[in-house]
């Protein structure tokens, strides 16, 4: 993937002076730098992908009609259909020319362009993992500067130790365990949420559907942030803590302020930069999906599209998918790369 | 995949710049507030949502665990699409619910020709299509013309048609159908038939999916109304259907990837059917309040097969089986080896019956039991015994070597993916190393399971069919005909070519107007089978099924009695059901008073955080 830039990562050039041309210079050379790198990274990821997918082994045609009564004409034709009596390399030409024209391919299982697969289902996917990646940022990085604030106290502790808890428990089973709790209710808890799906099968549209949809998403988004808000937990402490013993704290102390704006004023923005990045490296990885998570609550998104498509394998499927997932955390590195000088002086020189 | 995470940043001075880090902070706030407060206000909202969905009239949810392929009848491959064109479509002849016999559909009669060439079909008279249009023989013609001409429309059926001459309709109610050969298939034939003068419209049947317009025509007692792709398939009651239209307004059937999770939702009253469970599964269901477990004769059957040296058509061996599995002798004593009965408790936990005919026991006409000496009982004396004497010696480790030297080390393939075969594998190694023979069970995915079947790279492989009511195709796999043409194209699951068995199974398919005796000569085919003990088939496991009966009275099985409702050969479970009278759904609190309940919870919960955090920042505030 794309370095993180550090200090000096771009060096002046020899010749630099003093005025704007050169500065834009220093620029135009960073943002070339980041952009060749992003696009060398996407050539790379397409190529992959082909040959990936075709390592698995299995014959697709055979795993779709497994146990349906076929003809060996009807295997041929399907065969025909998708390209698959063709060499290797004819495939691999037509895969490219394809992905130039934008063009994703034919679902083998669906029937349907797989771009028009995807695009169904992008939206439950950034909707579902987008919030839960939202709120566990939000909830790691309050509960990890109150946790380094406080460092070594019992609430620390509880705090962290909760948060690792989590994060080794499996999506799946957390999953389950809240469907069997909350959503079929057990004992004298009745069933709160729906145990599974998007929406229900008949809903009036409109504010209706927004409110049947709320309700479907409480449990997968709260099983995503409680697997995953440690780490935005635990790098939000650690960078905190890092910054606790800098001389700069000491002196806005001296100067008399409180320690909880001493935190918030000072502390706080400086810790926040390795945030930034795991934010934007997970919202790369949103559309990826949960995997796991969308196939416990039947979530119509992407991660569950690619789940099925790899059980055939539905190769135009799974590796269109592959691409998108890799390029979405490929964009969002780049964008990180270009919002970092922003956040960091130091960067900018 | 790296995550790479910059170092921290020196102090941008001890005054650095308050008044944007003071704006970025309010911001968050801001936006942590807003967060909560519209999970709340989701909250407050919640009672309208749920009231939207229990407020449904004799509604019926099915669960499934596959989605959608494709709506089309020409395209699609699951069962799950094949399921709902069942309701959709019907077919000329169906299935009886209750014998399986050949049951009028479409077609009231038909008639073959003395040489069993041609075939008459009479439809009824007066159906019509959902649409108002009349059915005609038209329709059926246009039909099984378009798959025979077109091999897009021929992708899921095809196999039915690849042996017609010509499909022709005499007049409006006359179909006739002109084959090459005799089929005997002419009774089953289950293919949907479509309305000419809606698909006649379509340019490229490769990918229209049928999934645009809603409601499709159709002429079965119901008709497809919606499709929420990866969600559900709404199917609504068809008024002009020629028979009893069903007592349930509305089927909804709604995808669960994960089978717990399908289990839990009967358990609250969200779905009334659930099919496909584990016997864990039925075991925990059983005697709850108000839901019906069903355990049905299963339609599959659990086998594995044995290599006896893959060739292709034209005599060429290739593949690694092991050599010694050539000999019957020793593919005999591997099957009297195994203890049917303890599998059937172990893996099954007692939710299966032991098999040893190709064809499962709810299909009386064609199941076959060996009798007396022919038997392969569980013996493993009686095995060794023959082994011995076949000249197969043990070494010190008790493993036998062949008369040809090579030792009995056997791979073994299971699908990873088959809970059922996951947990016998074992049980077999266990009882073979009884003999002296060395098992090596390899789980793997599918994928590498047909690879190395297709390739003739296995010793024994784990196997199982679903068998129609028409067991010819599951028979024909194992015909010398189903061998490869070349290396990695081979029909059926094993090498299995015995000219016995051709000219039984040729036979068969040749006595189409005489039941009796065709079901005699498909038992003598499965005697071959298994006297050559190619095909191991050990269990045939119950299909386990759950519904709720506060929702269902009733639902017609097939066969009836003992068989299963979800994935029948015909629409009998879905247009005979009977609606219970209080279907209301849901145990315990009402669906108001859980949304009232969860209301007040979220309400609550986040009108706390939203006062903690401005009170926080109040303060925060007030003392700067």
Known sequence: MTDTPTAGAAPPAPDAAPGARPRAGRVLRYLGGRLLTAAVSLAAVMVTSFFLFRILPGDPVAAMTEGREVSVEQMEALRREFGLDQPLWRQFLDYCAGMLRLDLGVSYEFHRPVAELVAERIGPTVLLAGTGTLIAAALGLVLGTRAAWRRGSLGDRVNSSVALLLWSVPSFWLGLLLIVVLASGTGWLPGLFPTSGMMSADTAGGLDTAIDVAHHMVLPVATMVAVVYAQYLMIMRSSVLDEMGSDYLTTARAKGLRDDLVLRRHAVPNALLPTVTLIFLNLGRVFGGVILIETVFAWPGL??????????????????LFVIFASAVIIMNLLADLVYPLLDPRVRT | ???????????????????????????????????????????????????????????????????????????????????????????????????????????????????????????????????????????????????????????????????????????????????????????????????????????????????????????????????????????????????????????????????????????????????????????????????????ASGKRFQAFTVNPGAETQDGEEFGDGHPALEDKTLRQAIMMAIDKEELVDTAYGGYAEPAEGYIPSRYPDYYWEPEGDDRLAFDPDAANKMLDDAGYEKGDDGIRESPDGDRLELRMHTHNDRPDYVAMAPIIVERLADIGIAVENQEVDPGVLSDALHNGEYDLIWTG???????????????????????????????????????????????????????????????????????????????????????IASMQPQPDPGG?????????????????????????????????????????????????????????????
């Open chain 1, 303 to 320: 991660g569950s599209l690619f789940y099925s498509g790899l059980k055939v394998p539905d190769l135009p499927l799974v590796q269109a």
């Open chain 2, 1 to 295: 995949m790296s995550t790479v995470i910059p170092p921290t940043v020196p102090p941008p001075g001890a005054d650095g710049v308050p008044g944007a880090s003071g704006t970025r902070r309010r911001a968050a706030t801001k936006l942590l507030a807003g967060a909560v407060s519209s999970l709340g206000l989701a909250g407050a909202l919640l009672p309208a949502g749920a009231a939207a969905a229990e407020a449904e009239g004799d509604t019926m949810t099915v669960a499934i665990s596959q989605p959608v392929d494709s709506l089309s009848p020409f395209l699609a491959q699951r069962l799950i699409s094949t399921s709902v064109h069942k309701m959709v479509y019907e077919g000329l002849i169906g299935y009886d619910p209750e014998t399986n016999e050949p049951h009028p559909m479409l077609a009231e009669s038909w008639e073959p020709s003395d040489d069993g060439l041609t075939w008459t079909y009479t439809l009824r008279e007066g159906m019509e299509w959902s649409d108002g249009e009349p059915i005609t023989a038209e329709d059926a013609a246009w039909t099984f013309t378009t798959m025979m001409e077109d091999s897009d429309a021929a992708t899921a059926n095809g196999n039915y048609v690849e042996n017609f001459e010509k499909a022709e309709a005499l007049d409006e109610r006359t179909l006739e159908v002109t084959l090459k050969e005799p089929q005997a298939t002419m009774l089953s034939m289950d293919v949907p038939i479509l309305p000419e003068h809606v698909w006649s419209e379509v340019d490229d049947f490769g990918d229209f999916n049928n999934d645009e317009e809603f409601p499709v025509v159709g002429s079965g007692p119901f008709t497809i109304t919606g499709h929420e792709p990866n969600q559900s398939v709404t199917i609504e009651a068809n008024p002009r259907y020629h028979g009893d239209v069903p007592e349930f307004e509305k089927v909804v059937f709604r995808y669960f990837a994960d089978q717990d999770a399908q289990v839990e939702a009967l358990r609250k009253g969200e779905v009334s059917l659930v099919s496909g469970l584990t016997p864990a599964q039925a075991d925990s269901l059983e005697g709850q309040e108000d839901i019906t477990v069903n355990k």
């Open chain 2, 465 to 551: 069919w679903s068998v129609n009511p028409d067991p010819d195709y599951v028979l024909g796999i194992h015909t010398c005909d189903a061998l490869p043409e070349e290396p990695g194209t081979m029909r059926g699951d094993a090498y299995f070519c015995n000219e016995d068995y051709d000219e039984l199974y040729a036979e068969q398919l040749a006595a189409y107007d005489d039941p009796e005796k065709r079901a005699e000569t498909i038992k003598q085919m499965q005697a071959i089978l298994y006297d050559e003990a190619v095909v191991d088939v050990l269990t045939y496991a119950d299909t386990l099924e759950a519904y709720r009966s506060d929702q």
């Open chain 2, 564 to 624: 299963n409702l979800w994935g029948q050969d015909g629409h009998w479970s879905f247009s005979g059901a009977v609606p219970a009278e209080s279907s209301s759904g849901g145990a315990g609190l009402s669906g108001g008073a859980i949304a009232g309940i969860a209301a007040a919870v979220v309400v609550v919960v986040g009108g706390a955080v939203f006062l903690l955090v401005r009170r926080r920042s109040v303060t925060a505030d007030d003392r700067e």
